[in-house]
């Protein structure tokens, strides 16, 4: 399996513009999971979905953040408008079940700078 | 409110040494923890985990303890080795469900 697969690697933007980050997560996960993670406030959750649908996002800091998973091989996190306080390495992580000692498999992030 | 710390941000060894790398988590509703690793340029790597009816789970060259009574957890690694620097992170699960918060993580930095 080739993991959890994010992109793109890096992007750079321009303040007032869209950004979407996108991630398939591994085959036959049941649960997706977008972080960020910033030098100020470590890896925090923003938002994770079970078999496609969004359970919690109580992490999702404003409107401008959201997120979607149309199918059960992708997700897209969607920032609109980009301020320059957003930028940060998002990751997107899957596993099949925390409860049952199931571990997060994280991808390789995004790093996002808004100028 | 509720958190997950680390107590050293950064942690030196020399190569062959053994590290001990410590995490101290408040919510007591905690049953499930989690060390991971994050070298640069890369997301965390899952390392070993532990429910909290066991005190001790060993893997290979790593060893995590667990400390209901004080809410304490710590890795430890045996022989480390330059591959073995990165950040480490512990995670809990706050009691079910399946969201897992991170500890602010721990550099570790092994001299030559």
């Known amino acids: 399996d080739a993991g959890v697969i994010q992109s793109p690697r890096h992007e750079v933007t321009e303040m007032g513009q869209e950004v979407t980050l996108r991630c398939k997560p591994i085959s036959g996960h049941d649960y997706l999971f977008w972080y960020r993670q910033t030098m100020m406030r470590g890896l925090e959750l923003l938002i994770y979905?079970?078999?496609?649908?969004?359970?919690?996002d109580s992490g999702m800091p404003e409107d401008r953040f959201s997120a979607k998973m149309p199918n059960a091989s992708f997700s897209t996190l969607k920032i609109q408008p980009s301020e320059p306080r957003d930028s940060a390495v998002y990751f997107c992580?899957?596993?099949?079940?925390?409860?049952?000692?199931?571990?997060?498999?994280f991808g390789s992030g995004t790093q996002l700078s808004v100028l | 409110g509720e958190s997950v710390g680390l107590h050293l941000p950064t942690l030196s060894v020399q190569e062959g040494d053994n590290s001990i790398i410590n995490c101290a988590y408040s919510n007591s509703a905690s049953d499930y923890f989690i060390w991971y690793k994050q070298e640069s340029g890369k997301g965390p790597q899952f390392i070993i985990d532990i429910r909290s009816n066991m005190d001790k789970r060993q893997g290979q060259r790593v060893t995590v303890l667990l400390n209901k009574t004080v809410k304490h957890l710590s890795l430890q690694i045996a022989a480390t080795q330059p591959g073995d620097s990165a950040v480490y992170f512990c995670?809990?699960?706050?009691?079910?469900?399946?969201?897992?918060?991170f500890g602010t993580g721990t550099q570790l930095k092994v001299e030559l």
């Open positions: 979905f079970n078999n496609n649908v969004p359970i919690d």
């Open positions: 995670a809990e699960n706050g009691g079910g469900g399946n969201k897992l918060t």
């Open positions: 992580a899957s596993s099949s079940d925390i409860a049952t000692n199931e571990k997060l498999f």
